[in-house]
């Protein structure tokens, strides 16, 4: 299951899955992005797609496991690469942008892991991956809500992994350095591009994290932050 699965790392996920046979449950807000990504998918890939799903809402992320589990019986693993970015300082501006980042990247990360749970405690087996940022370990100047909402993510992310390590599941959350997605190529026309991290290189970690072989690695804030 990969959650924002229109957006720049959803997709790398969704398409470095596909071809490895896997039964994949695609999800994000958007429609019309959703099902013409999955159209361009190989016509083997098994696919469900979950259009129009605020998974901000506990009841939309419990459908969303329940048409999973209709469809392919279980939920192995679950991907959640919903998120983004929003910087400020702290001065009386700053509550509605606290609670835009606390509800995209904290709330939904939280409400999308207890939808899952059930399922995979049911089955001994699951494997979580949520996506943090390295301000969520130490916050730099107009990073308040974003870093506090990211570090939420890794604290939630290390919860699961401790009251679920005799249960088969793992949990664990990746550290972005910077993507090379067009929005960043666009909102940063002169930055150093061999700096970023391309969003198929962090798909291939997360495929190793949701693998049987990756069962020893849990509880962690992984960084991918490339070598530059
Ligand atoms: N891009 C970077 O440089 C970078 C760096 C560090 C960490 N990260 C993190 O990496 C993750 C992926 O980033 P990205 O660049 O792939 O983001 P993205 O392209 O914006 O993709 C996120 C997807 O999630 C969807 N979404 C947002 N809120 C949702 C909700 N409540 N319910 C369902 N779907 C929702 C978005 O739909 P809409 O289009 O409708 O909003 C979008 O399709 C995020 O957690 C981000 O914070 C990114």
Redesign the pocket.
Same mark, same amino acid.
């Given at each position: 299951m990969v959650?924002?699965?229109?957006?720049? $790392? %959803?997709r790398a996920v969704v398409a470095t899955l596909a071809g490895r046979d896997i039964c994949l449950v695609c999800?994000?807000? *958007?429609s019309e992005?959703l099902e013409a990504f999955a159209r361009t998918l190989p016509p083997k890939a098994r696919v469900l797609t979950f259009a129009g799903?605020? !998974? *901000?809402d506990p009841i939309v992320a419990q459908a969303m496991v329940e048409a999973a589990v209709d469809r392919f019986g279980r939920v192995d693993a679950m991907v959640n690469? =919903?998120? %983004?970015?929003a910087t400020g300082p702290v001065t009386t501006h700053a509550l509605a942008q606290w609670d835009m980042m606390m /509800? $995209?990247?904290a709330r939904?990360a939280l409400v999308t892991s207890v939808a899952v749970l059930p399922v995979m405690q049911a089955a001994s087996y699951g494997r979580i991956v949520h =996506?943090?940022?390295v301000p969520g370990l130490k916050a730099g100047a107009h990073q308040a809500a974003y870093a506090a909402s990211?570090a939420a993510v890794i604290r939630l992310t290390e919860s699961i992994a401790a009251e679920h390590r005799n249960d088969g599941i793992t949990a664990n959350c990746i !550290?972005?350095?910077?993507?090379d /997605?067009p929005?960043?190529r666009a909102a940063m026309p002169d930055a150093k591009t061999t700096a970023w991290v391309s *969003?198929s290189s962090i798909a291939q970690l997360i495929a190793f994290l949701i693998s049987p072989a990756a069962a020893v690695v849990t509880g962690g804030a992984i960084p991918a932050t490339g070598l530059a």
């Open positions: 959650t924002g699965a229109a957006g720049n $790392l %959803g999800v994000d807000r *958007s992005e799903a605020d !998974l *901000s690469t =919903i998120g %983004g970015f /509800t $995209l990247n939904v =996506i943090a940022a990211k !550290l972005p350095g910077t993507i /997605t929005q960043n *969003s």
